[in-house]
C-alpha cells in the first residue's frame, strides 16, 4: 500500500503541471477580448474583464503543451518504475488537452458564480479562487485516467498551498490586484 500512495503522489504531479500552466498563463498574458463580449446577466457581468479569449486560448495551449512534454517523457519514467514492479498510468495527449480545459472551465465557472454572488473581479472567494480549477481538471482527467481518491486529496491540499504561495508571488511583482 505505501508503494501505491508514492505513485499516487507521482501521478499527481503529472496532473497538476499542465493545470498549473493552463491556470498560471492567462494571468501572465492577460488578453484584450472579454469571454462575455462585455454582456451583463442581471445587473453583473457574465464573467467580467479578467475572463478573455487570448488567455483561454493560451491556457489551454500551455497546459496542452506542458502535458505533451510529459507524454515524451513517460516512458523513461515508464521503464524506471517497471524496475520496482510498478506500472505508470500513460499520459496521454487528449489526457493533457482534457486537463488544460478542465482548468480553464474551472477558472470560468468560478468567475461565473463569483459574479452571480455579486462578487466583483478580485473579490475573494477561497474555495472557487483556489480550488475550482484543480477540482474541473480532475473531473475532465477523469474519463482518461483513473484518480483515486488519495490522488484528489493530494491534488487539493498541495494545490490550496502553492497557489496561495503563487498568488502572493503574482501580486508583489505587480502582476495581479489582489493577493489570492
Known amino acids: 500500500m505505501p508503494l501505491q500512495l508514492w505513485v499516487d503522489f507521482v501521478l499527481v504531479w ?11 498563463v492567462p494571468v501572465l ?8 463580449f462585455g454582456k451583463g446577466l442581471g445587473k453583473n457581468r457574465i464573467l467580467g474583464d479578467g475572463k478573455t479569449i ?15 512534454l510529459e507524454y515524451y517523457v513517460m516512458p523513461a519514467l515508464q521503464g524506471y518504475a517497471a524496475q520496482y514492479n510498478v506500472l505508470l498510468p500513460q499520459i496521454t495527449l487528449p489526457l493533457a488537452l482534457a486537463i488544460a480545459a478542465g482548468t480553464m472551465c474551472g477558472d470560468i465557472l468560478g468567475s461565473f458564480f463569483k ?9 475573494k472567494e477561497p474555495l472557487l479562487d483556489r480550488l475550482g480549477f484543480i477540482i474541473f481538471a480532475m473531473i475532465f482527467a477523469y474519463p482518461f485516467i483513473q484518480i483515486t481518491p488519495a490522488m ?14 503563487a498568488n502572493f508571488v503574482a501580486y508583489n511583482a505587480k502582476l495581479k490586484t489582489v493577493p489570492w
Do not use: Q, S, W
Not at 14 to 24: D, M, V
Not at 152 to 165: K, S
Open 14 to 24: 503529472f496532473i497538476l503541471f499542465p493545470a498549473y500552466a493552463a491556470n498560471a
Open 54 to 68: 487570448e488567455g483561454t486560448a493560451l491556457g489551454i495551449a500551455a497546459g496542452f503543451l506542458v502535458g505533451a
Open 152 to 165: 484528489a486529496v493530494y491534488m487539493i491540499a498541495i494545490t490550496y498551498v502553492i497557489h496561495r504561495a
Open 115 to 123: 459574479r452571480r454572488m455579486g462578487i466583483e473581479r478580485g473579490g
Open 29 to 36: 498574458v492577460g488578453g484584450k477580448r472579454p469571454l462575455d
